[in-house]
DNA sequence: CGTTTTTCCGTAAACGTTTACGAGAACACA
DNA sequence: TGTGTTCTCGTAAACGTTTACGGAAAAACG
């Protein structure tokens, strides 16, 4: 079925080496031979075998990006991701290397996938996403010396990866500042339980910037909810128990500001006209909830783009004239204003 | 740094035939000498490669699944796809198959990534979406003898391939039914200017159950448009033109309806008050959207597994007892009553 | 004890590539 | 003519597996 670069061999009446040579665009070989083979090549819809040349070569010529759907609302996608793996997939293309997208099944953190993919070496990098404080698979992949970016900061495994991440700290920060020059002072923040960095970024930024304003930290208004819309309905109403309610508050999440909008009104709080609230990454979503969702919005293709040329510039068959430089990089949210504060 | 079959041998000084067999469970290896060898390599820490291994059997134990992000809104996803595709990986996983997501350029109909993936055999074998009506990737896949499974049908291909679609006609048809009961004889008809497959199958069942009713199908209020939000704003103008106007619309997907909606909007056209509108497939922005949308929904994940059944009876090496049986299903659309109507 | 069967394992080929090495031919140069 | 260089190609090994085949040893059987 599948022709080989025997068949072509034999077709020509030449030697396996040359014909490998001539594909490949290696300088020792007649041009008119090269001419002939190429041409049957294409007559002989040629195309070599991944499996052949990647056991020859070590490597395959593929990146993985491990995507975790979080357990949760069937319905609900991460429609987070496609933009970012559109951006991904076509700086990958043009170095010849193709995205493969590795599912892990909703909860497990994908430690075992990613072993699976890392030694049975499936691909010659990884992608990884929704990076914890401490993340073990980091951990794993330095250990390994599997070369692997990031979409996201971590603590672990040294300062050795490129990394790309999107500045939670200003975001959150500036949330505040904006809710703060709008007369408000009590201001609710809502994050992901699980241990994701992204979380205490967020956090942080939230607290200096309250601070900077005079504003005491007050404990009771922050609150951790499992990360989807049940998490956020269910977190919400603790944050609303002080007899001095909220005035504002700040979700870390899309889905979780779904779910607590869902509390609000059944406590009769309208977004927008009794409570202001804000998102901090913008998705559709957002943008289409009544009321529309002041949200803060990352621009996911171009960062899909960007992490791909850092990983490339740290993989070594690729690394440009400048050589291996691993890059760290920290992206902006733009603010989205719309209706919800 | 990989430690092969090699190593193993080596250090249990024993034949690597033997240890690939131990490994393989095969019935001629002492039990005594396959203990051994699972516990070295676990020792040391030895999985198989991949490359290798499909080399030899010509065959990767991996399913592919093209996925084709549509060209627009860079922060709309595809929210419809991580549900299948969770359920898909499932299934797949427990025949110990990889499900790689195979992502394309938005635009091209990745009919290219298609041939790549096959003629260098980077998958077992590849999962369809977006089928259309004449669709050459089914014709090139039937063609080339490569087994697959579609989400959708097509006309191309004669019968020869599992696959599994929605009850668009059912949709359609039961969608006029609801809006004839609730008083409506004006109903537009919205649907994806691309002949995909679905779209003529929504038709189909929106004109016979308007002939059932004795309502006569008035062409003006049927339009095609580009098959996200910005096709919906532009063609949704196009029905409320005549004198005559629609009392309700059907949209064919839920991004040409919040594009339809915004239009409505700017007309003073309010869906739930002056206008009714059903979405045929739901996704979470039908929900969130304010006035939430009426929306027929499928159930993705239970989908994504069925069809990685359907395409493991279809595989030569994991065909069940019963053989290999080629099924085609369609599944029901369930409605979801909100408040556009 | 001789013969047959069973158990277990080693040998080697094969999958489809790439590539180091070497060799023959052509050519250049003195 | 002799020597060195350049072009071009064939040979064969190697990547890490799996598996058909055969054979030695052990077990079973008469």
Redesign the interface.
Known sequence: ??SSIHDLARHLNISIGTVSRALNGRADVNAETRKRVLEAARAL?Y??????R??RQGA?R?IAFM?Q?HPG???????????F??G???RL?ESGL?????????GDYQQERL??VV????ADAVVLAWTRREDERIDYLTE??FPFATLGRSRSGGKAYPSLDLDFEKAGSDAVDRLVARGHRRIAAIRPALNLNFGYLFLDGYRKALKRHGIEVDPGLIADGFINEAGGYQVTPRVMVSKDRPTAIIFNNDAMA?GGCKALAEMGIRPGHDIAVTVIV????C?????ALTAF?PA??PMGRRLAEMLLAALPAFAGPEGTRIIREVWPLELVARESD
Chains 1, 2 share one sequence.
């Open positions: 079925m599948a819809n195309s070599p075998n991944q499996s052949g990647s056991l395959t593929s995507l759907p609302d069937q319905q609900y996608g991460e429609p987070f991701f496609i933009p793996l559109t991904l997939q076509a293309a193709d995205l493969i997208v590795v599912m892990g099944a909703p072993r699976r030694e049975t070496r499936r390994s010396g779904l913008d998705t559709p979503l943008r289409y909830f009544s009321p919005r996911l293709e």
